[in-house]
């Protein structure tokens, strides 16, 4: 059973961009399901990496309407795009270099990579995404 169920709650009612988010959310829940059956750090590098390249896909769509639609808080909204880089940096640094500790069943790279989605997930998503929402409908975008 999946740890994110995508329902109208999470959506923002932006086709191209929910269907975006969905993709994070089944990144979300992979983790979670690996992490379920004591398999996180098997399966936490590939994940990093599929992490970061779809996080750079996604936050390029977004910030290309942010210039054609002259969003006002894009440079704040593209700060927190760069944290969320930053932090997949770093944890995929921390995994190439077998810096790796394992405690119990998990390793605490695994704990602190899905909190950091679920974080993500709640205060990015839903809220700094809505804040464009109502722009992005007045051009044209559903």
Known sequence: MPYITWDEKI???ITEIDNQHKQLVEIINTLFDAMKGAKGLEVIGDLLNQ???YAVYHFSTEEKYFESFGY???DHHKDEHKYLLG???DFKMTYDEGKIKRFGKESPITV???DLLKEWLINHIQVSDKKYVT???ERGLI
Do not use: C, H, P
């Open 11 to 13: 959506a923002l009612g």
């Open 87 to 89: 932090q997949v940096k």
């Open 112 to 114: 602190e990579v899905w």
């Open 51 to 53: 992490l970061g390249d």
């Open 135 to 137: 722009l992005f409908r």
């Open 72 to 74: 006002t808080e894009s």
